[in-house]
Structure formats: structure tokens, C-alpha cells
């Protein structure tokens, strides 16, 4: 994309005159007119927001998120072989590479969206707004930028730091900045957002708010241990007036969309603009009919079989934990892969499969009435106050705290229909907090970060690994060679036409 841009930018230079470059053509929208209203800048900013979609909610979110945990498998399609299917089974089997056109999505997806910030950046002082919108459109785009770079950092470490609109060839090839360089300007972004950014205020509009971006910067200083400037970011976050909702399955109805339990969320809407989210599908069988699912006539025989819940995961969930049929159903049914014939929807508690059937659990978080096949009104759950509670606990906790940590955790515990926890020993009580995260935010592609920054990712993926072998060793199509989790495989690689184009270096491993 930048070698395009670049060629473009040359020919149109080259096919200038000094009095074109200074006078806009008047019917086209360009930077140089473009920034000028506040409509104008509220639009930009929907595009900022928009990009969100590519990087949270798509293929590459949920693959490389939770897909590459041991929350969630697939079911192997031998039927179609194309690369973007086996770009995501590799990603899945620690087999991924430097051409996966997936990870390449997901990096090129996050700077797309800094571009469009840093775009706003660039005018907004110049456009002679008042002060006070100047600022709530500062706050917005530093949190989405820092946002941005977040996801990159965790997922590519050091990578280019783009903190101005590209305007000319010798600006588009930075070389990769430091991991702290990195969460310098992200710390710096969101110190500035919080300054700028309203309190939320309920019903909440999907707009960042300077709970976001106090939840965002305790998530930033979690991940880097710094549990004291975690603790204190929580601190405020959890008495901004956000609250649980009293029944777990409801959080994801369509109806509680930006709820008093959301602190940010990816936004959708179902319809003909373009803005419906899809990713139902993907987690649903691959089968010629999922009707009895859906609730409307509907195939899925080459979208499906992603993200598939393990039964290793279902049985992490204690008894009488409300989550577990909340977020996974199992369809029952017959047929060869590829094409299940589904005959009933079953609980996935106390589950059994029949003998002579076929069982396939599904994601169930985000199954909701829409009226058209591939386009639901389910929006995608970035921060919801429940981490909140659970991160402070974890804090709390990390600092030789646990007693303090308890009644945060039991919150949660509490909601789910679950006795609370009395335990005060630090190891153990982490163990019971990290289990407690899994399942609370199952399917919501924290699981692999998660594993990552705690240290265990590692140890948890290979076990896992051998559990996957284990249970699909008739099936034959696990590598010999996948799962082999080592230090390299904990980021991904920065995508080889990124790195021949700017001259980057290539994460080891790679």
C-alpha cells in the first residue's frame, strides 16, 4: 500500500504545474479542503472509528486473539485448501509465516487507522473550532491512536512510529521503534485523551469517554506489570458509574448495546450501509443449513467451522456457572464434515454426544435475531466493566494484597451464580483471578494476550497442543511440526512486503 502511494504521489507531482499545486479543484474533496468543519472533522473521525472493524472484529482478531489460544480450535475443512483458510489453521498451529495474508490484514488494518488520525491531528488546530470541540476531537483521535499502536505492540512488538500525516516519499519508510519506545507515545495519547475526553454519561453513545481511556491506560500498565499505575487507573474506572448487569447473557444482547456495563465497544448495525457485523458465521458448522441456529434460512457450508469452542474449555467452567450456556451451544446432528446435517441445539452443561452423533460447539455470545443471512446487529465487546473489576483484582493481588483483592473478583463470581472465593494465598488466589478472566471474557480475543503477558503462553499452548493431538488423532490433519510453541512464536511476524518495501527487520523466528 505505501509503495502505491508513493508511486501515485510522484506521478501526480510530476504532472503538476506551480499554479495547479497552488489552487484545489473545487469539485474534488482533497486534505487541503476537506478539513474545515466541524461535520467535516466528526466525519473523519467516524472513519478513525470505522477502522476498529478491520482491526477488533475480523478474521484476523478472533484467529490471531483467541484462535491461537486454547480457548478455541476448528473444524478442518478439507474441502477447501484456498490461502486464506490455511492462513488461519497455521495461525492456529503455530505455523504461521511472514506471507500470511491474515497477519499482514491486521497490521496494515491498524495503521490505516493512525493514518486517519493522524490526518485530524494534523488540522484540527488550524481549523478555527472552538476550543472545546478542538479538544473532544484531540481526546477521541489520541485514544484511537494509542488504541491502534497498542494492538500493534502486542501482537508485532517495536513497530514504526507514525505520529504525523504522511505528506511526501521520505516520510513513508520509518524504521521499527523500541517495545518502550512504543508504549511512551501510547502512555502519552492516553494521558492527553483523559484530559479531553467527557466522564460517560448513560445511555452511553459508543464515543470514547475518559473511562475508556483510564480502563485502556490500566490495560497498557497491566501489560507491562506496572501494577501500582494499574491500580490507580482502575481505581477511578470503577467509580465512573458503570455497573454489572444483573444476568451475564444479557450483556450481549443486541438490546444492551454501549450498556452501563460497556466501557468501549466496537460499533455495527445491520442493514444496507455497509455497517452490519457477520462474525456469527464464521463460529457456526460448516453445513448447508443452519436455520435451526440462525432462525432464518441460511447456509454455511464455506464460512463456518472457525472458532470452535474445545471441550477441554467447556469443562473449565465450575458447576452452575451461568456463562457457560450463555456463551456455547452445541449443535447435535449427523453428516460428514463439511456439510453437518444439524438436528437439535443442546446445552453445552452436563453435555454427552450421543452415540452415532456428531457434536460441534459454537460461539453463542453473539447469537441474536437479525433478518438477513450474514448481517447481524451484534456489536464487538472491547472493554466491559466486569475486566475492570477482574484487573483490579489482579492487581491488587500482584501486590501482595489478595484480601483486598476478593471482593472485586467475588463481583463477578457473584453474577455468574458462583460461591465466592475466601482463598488469601497470592498463588493460589492468581490462579483462581486467571481462570476467572478466561471464562468471564471467553471469545472476546483476550485469551491469547492474556497468556502472553502473564508469562504461561508457552506452557498452557503446548499442553494444549498435545491435547488437540490427542483428541483428533484419527483425523490426520495436525502437523507433526505444529504446536511447537517457543519464545519467537509469542509475536507474530511483521508481513514480509513491510519489510522488503521500509527495510524493516524481521521478528526472530521468522
Known amino acids: 500500500m505505501k509503495k502505491l502511494l508513493y508511486i501515485l504521489t510522484i506521478i501526480f507531482m510530476a504532472s503538476c504545474t506551480e499554479d495547479f499545486l497552488e489552487v484545489l479543484p473545487e469539485s474534488s474533496v482533497t486534505s487541503g479542503n476537506f478539513y474545515k468543519t466541524e461535520a467535516q472533522f466528526d466525519q473523519a473521525l467516524n472513519g478513525a472509528y470505522a477502522t476498529l472493524r478491520d482491526v477488533k472484529g475480523s478474521v484476523s482478531s478472533w484467529t490471531m486473539g483467541e484462535m491461537r489460544s486454547d480457548n478455541t480450535h476448528l473444524e478442518f475443512n478439507v474441502t477447501n485448501r484456498g490461502p486464506g483458510y490455511m492462513e488461519r489453521e497455521y495461525a492456529d498451529f503455530f505455523l504461521d509465516n511472514n506471507s500470511s495474508g491474515m497477519v499482514a490484514s491486521k497490521y496494515n488494518a491498524n495503521y490505516v487507522g493512525i493514518a486517519r488520525v493522524n490526518e485530524i491531528l494534523g488540522y484540527i488546530d488550524e481549523a478555527g473550532l472552538s476550543q472545546e470541540k478542538v479538544d473532544d476531537i484531540t481526546g477521541q483521535a489520541k485514544f484511537l491512536r494509542a488504541l491502534y499502536y497498542f494492538d500493534l505492540v502486542r501482537y508485532f512488538g ?31 495519547d492516553i494521558q492527553e485523551a483523559i484530559q479531553k475526553l467527557p466522564a460517560p454519561a448513560f445511555p452511553q453513545s459508543g464515543r470514547a469517554t475518559e473511562g475508556a ?17 494499574a491500580e490507580a487507573e482502575l481505581s ?8 454489572l448487569l444483573p444476568d451475564y447473557a444479557s450483556v450481549f444482547n443486541t438490546s444492551n448495546k454501549n450498556s452501563v456495563e460497556s466501557i468501549f465497544e466496537v460499533q455495527y448495525q445491520q442493514g444496507n450501509q455497509g455497517q452490519q457485523s457477520n462474525f456469527l458465521y464464521h463460529f457456526l458448522p460448516l453445513s448447508s443449513d443452519v436455520s435451526m441456529i440462525t432462525g432464518i434460512t441460511s447456509q454455511n457450508r464455506q464460512g463456518g467451522g472457525w472458532n470452535v469452542p474445545t471441550f477441554e474449555m467447556i469443562e473449565t467452567y465450575e458447576p452452575d456457572d451461568a456463562r457457560l450456556e450463555a456463551s456455547i451451544g452445541i449443535a447435535e446432528g449427523s453428516g460428514v464434515i463439511g456439510d453437518m446435517l444439524i438436528e437439535a441445539v443442546k446445552s453445552p452443561v452436563n453435555y454427552t454426544t450421543p452415540s452415532g452423533k456428531r457434536s460441534y460447539p459454537f460461539i453463542k455470545k453473539f447469537l441474536n435475531g437479525h433478518s438477513l443471512e450474514r448481517n447481524t446487529d451484534d456489536n464487538f465487546p472491547i472493554y466491559r466493566y466486569s475486566e475492570a473489576l477482574l484487573s483490579l483484582a489482579e492487581v491488587l493481588n500482584e501486590q501482595g494484597r489478595p484480601t483486598e483483592a476478593l471482593p472485586y473478583l467475588n463481583q463477578v463470581r457473584e453474577r455468574a451464580g ?4 475466601t482463598v488469601t494465598d497470592q498463588v493460589q488466589l492468581r490462579d483462581i483471578i486467571a481462570h476467572e478472566t478466561r471464562v468471564e471474557l471467553a471469545f472476546e480475543n483476550k485469551r491469547w494476550l492474556d497468556l502472553v503477558r502473564t508469562d504461561i503462553a508457552i506452557e498452557v499452548m503446548t499442553q494444549n497442543g498435545e491435547y488437540l493431538k490427542r483428541v483428533h488423532a484419527g483425523e490426520s490433519y495436525l502437523p507433526q511440526n505444529s504446536y511447537n510453541v517457543t519464545q519467537e512464536r509469542l509475536l507474530f511476524p511483521i508481513p514480509q512486503r513491510e519489510v522488503q518495501i521500509g527495510d524493516l527487520e524481521q521478528n526472530p523466528g521468522y
Open 213 to 229: 481511556a483510564r480502563m485502556l491506560l490500566a490495560d497498557v500498565y497491566l501489560t507491562q506489570k506496572n501494577y501500582q499505575s
Open 236 to 243: 477511578r474506572v470503577i467509580q465512573m458509574g458503570y455497573a
Open 158 to 188: 517495536g513497530v514504526p512510529l507514525y505520529l504525523e500525516a504522511v505528506k511526501g516519499a521520505e516520510e513513508a519508510y520509518l524504521p521499527r521503534s523500541s517495545v518502550e519506545e512504543v508504549y511512551n507515545i501510547i502512555e502519552a
Open 418 to 421: 458462583l460461591s465466592e472465593i
